[in-house]
């Protein structure tokens, strides 16, 4: 299968190579891994003779009934295990993190390079990875695909791909991303295409660069693609105060506006021929460009919600769906300034909802300044300022998206250390349904 994708080989492949090793990071107690004896340190070598180089290739390859597996242990000896399952075994497994694909552009706009200096080297790293892609829904530029990425991605059938386009023309997509040797999307996009890869994309606007004609030329090329381009989301730049100023602005409200005007010109024509809208702007284009927000059934199913798209909408709808009596509870919602001037209409149907008092605290990022206004940037800090004296609530809902999965915020204080410095619960929430709904304990 490998050796028959690999023929021909694509004109937009870049060629590297790299060493993996796959370890086993925890194993389920009475797990189908710990009846194998499987620690945490061993390394997974094959599976029916094919090598693992990261998680994808073990949960393919891993979900088979019968396979074999060759595995070396921490102290060094390799064993085989012939292992056949009934479905609904549970293998236990789980992986140490995978090294993540480095980015190989130098966008004037990227956000990590607006990081200040003095924080945990991983938010240092910027990341392009076509796996994180599929699994997270991470958005990639696909500019550093190898011919095994391509096999993978094939072979696996990783659809939908999240990917960054924000401009057709090469020229000016390679000036975006200041990347002389970045491929033609449209020719990735259409091989993949012919393949049954479909993808979300979504087009971040540089005013002067990929804005007014280059962004109509840009849905109109992604629009031509058919089916293989699901939607595309168009966002208005975001830069922090450490960002590069000298080489990058924010949109304008006059150029918000034509933005918006662009994308609902396409999202009239895609409704026609195809009967959902497929062209979005981010909430902040519509906020930014003074217009009102438009309804949820303008969002098709919310596919691109974590990219800030309907995200007021997407939140009404799930709180339409909340059974939970809060009556008499004080509840403090915490945002940023980006939801600040949306959220009292997410909150008057919250309290019609659960019969709570909610008051709305819209916090200033004293990280990266009042220019970054989204919740899932604050910090601990942050959090802990605006609650610390305030033993007059009973409960206040931080946005889930502020820590990682090991409970840590971006300033490197933990939900533990945040909880010990107020005088009140807290309660980390997506959707508020997540926090609010349910029979849990209030």
Known sequence: MLESLAQPKVPWLLLRSETVVILVKSVAPGSLGAELGLTPGTELLTIDGRGLNDFLDWEFLAAEERFVLLVRAPDGTTTEYDIERSEGDFLGIELEPPRVRRCANRCDFCFVDGNPEGMRPALYIRDDDYRLSFRYGNFATLTNLKQRDINR???????????????????????LLRNPKAPDILSQLEFFGDAGIRCHTQIVLQPGVNDEAVLHRSLEDLFELGDTVLSVSVVPVGLTEFSKHDLVRELTAAECLAAVATVDEFAARALKERAYHWSYGSDDLYCEAGLPLPPASRYDGFEQVENGVGSVRYLQ??????????????IAVTTGAAMGSLMPQVISHLSAATRASFELLVLRNDLFGPSVTTAGLLPGRTFVKALGGRGDLDLALIPAEAVNDDGVFIDDM??????????????????FSDALGGQGER
Not at 319 to 328: M, P, T, V, Y
Not at 420 to 427: A, E, M
């Open 414 to 431: 933990t939900l533990d250390e945040l909880e010990r410095s107020v005088p009140l619960r807290v309660r980390l929430s997506f959707d």
């Open 317 to 330: 709808e799930r709180i339409a769906g909340l059974d939970a009596d809060w009556s008499g509870s004080r």
């Open 153 to 175: 991605i094939i072979e696996y059938r990783l659809s939908p791909l999240y990917v960054s386009v924000h401009a057709t023309d090469p020229a000016i997509r390679r000036r």
